[in-house]
C-alpha cells in the first residue's frame, strides 16, 4: 500500500517570500502520478500542481514548482512571490498510473501568508 | 458549468441514525469517487463509482454504501452511524478514459454525528 507524510503541519511565510512545503511517499509502483492539492476555507480541493513520475523535468505552474527526486521519494512543493489567497491547507496526493485512480493524500500542511 | 455540487451543506444525525449525501459531476463527467476527510486529516478513499457499478472500494466498511445513476449522480449512504463518522464528505468527479483524468472536487458535506 502506498502512504504519503508531510511532516510540516503548520508554516508561515511573510507576503511576497517564497515557501517550501515538504512531501514523501512510499511506493513500489514504477509508474505514478503526484500531485498538490490547495484546500481554502471554502473546503474545496483544488489542484495545484501534478507530475507525472517517468517524466524527469520538475513541473511548474505560474508561481507553484515542485521539486521531484524519484529516488528519494521526495515530491516538495515551492510557492514564490507568496500571496494572502495563499493561505490554505495543502495536501500532496498520490495516484497509481494504473488502478482506477483514486488518490491517497497525506495530512496535511497548513499556510499562512501574513501580511 | 456548474462544477461539481454536493447536498446539503452541512447535516447533523444522532449515533444509529442513517444518512444520505448527493453528489452532481461536472458536466461531461461519468466517473464519482467519494472520499471521507476527518478534521485536520487528509482525505481517505471510499469507493469509486463508473456506468452505475462500485469499481473500487477503499478500506471502509459495509456501513458505507454508494449508489450512482442513470445521468451519473451518485449518493453515498452511511447506516448505523457512530460518533467517527462526524467528517466532511469530498465527492470528486472525472471523465473515464484511458490515462490521467484530472478529478474535480465538491465543496462537501459536513456530517456531525451527536
Known amino acids: 500500500a502506498q502512504t504519503v507524510t508531510q511532516s510540516q503541519p503548520e508554516m508561515s511565510v511573510q507576503e511576497a517570500e517564497t515557501v517550501t512545503l515538504s512531501c514523501t511517499y512510499d511506493t513500489s509502483e514504477s509508474n505514478y502520478y503526484l500531485f498538490w492539492y490547495k484546500q481554502p476555507p471554502s473546503r474545496q480541493m483544488i489542484l495545484v500542481i501534478r507530475?507525472?513520475?517517468?517524466?524527469?523535468q520538475n513541473a511548474t505552474e505560474n508561481r507553484f514548482s515542485v521539486n521531484f527526486q524519484k529516488a528519494a521519494k521526495s515530491f516538495s512543493l515551492k510557492i514564490s512571490d507568496s500571496q494572502l489567497g495563499d493561505t490554505a491547507m495543502y495536501f500532496c496526493?498520490?495516484?497509481?498510473?494504473?488502478?482506477?485512480?483514486?488518490?491517497?493524500f497525506g495530512p496535511g500542511t497548513r499556510l499562512s501568508v501574513l501580511p | 458549468d456548474a462544477g461539481v455540487t454536493q447536498s446539503p451543506t452541512h447535516l447533523i444525525k444522532t449515533r444509529g441514525q442513517q444518512v444520505t449525501l448527493r453528489c452532481s459531476p461536472k458536466?461531461?463527467?461519468?466517473?464519482v469517487s467519494w472520499y471521507q476527510q476527518a478534521l485536520g486529516q487528509g482525505p481517505q478513499f471510499i469507493f469509486q463509482y463508473y456506468e452505475e457499478e462500485e469499481r473500487q472500494r477503499g478500506n471502509f466498511p459495509d456501513r458505507f454504501s454508494g449508489h450512482q445513476f442513470p445521468n451519473y449522480s451518485s449518493e453515498l449512504n452511511v447506516n448505523a452511524l457512530l460518533l467517527g463518522d462526524s467528517a466532511l464528505y469530498l465527492c470528486?468527479?472525472?471523465?473515464?478514459?484511458?490515462?490521467?483524468?484530472?478529478?474535480?472536487f465538491g465543496p462537501g458535506t459536513r456530517l456531525t454525528v451527536l
Open positions: 458536466s461531461g463527467h461519468d466517473t
Open positions: 470528486a468527479s472525472s471523465r473515464d478514459s484511458s490515462g490521467y483524468n484530472e478529478q474535480f
Open positions: 507530475q507525472e513520475a517517468y517524466k524527469q
Open positions: 496526493a498520490f495516484m497509481k498510473h494504473d488502478g482506477g485512480q483514486n488518490f491517497v
